[in-house]
């Protein structure tokens, strides 16, 4: 996890450093983890930024090999996401709503 929050805030500096935005991790079981890209300004913005970090090799290939999924989540939905912990689920929603 450390290695790929580095390459994160390396990716942030090079190419979002006036953006401001904040990487963060915390565990959501005793087997997962999730690491957090905060402070968009708006959804546009942060489907912008995913779409960038998604066709980045120098961030995604330290998750190579891994099982890994990454979304975008509003302010809102976070504490619901959180509360299930179900990432297959906030998927389904992501995909549908976020992904059109």
Known sequence: INAVKIRLSD?????YSLDKLTVSSLF???????????NFKDQGSAM???????????????LEGSDFEHFVISVGNYPVFYRDKKAETYLEFFNTHYMK
């Open 48 to 62: 912008k930024y995913f779409a960038a970090l998604k066709a980045n090799s120098y961030v995604m290939s330290q």
């Open 28 to 38: 959501l079981d005793e087997t997962h983890q999730m690491i957090t890209i905060s």
């Open 11 to 15: 990716f942030n500096q090079k190419f």
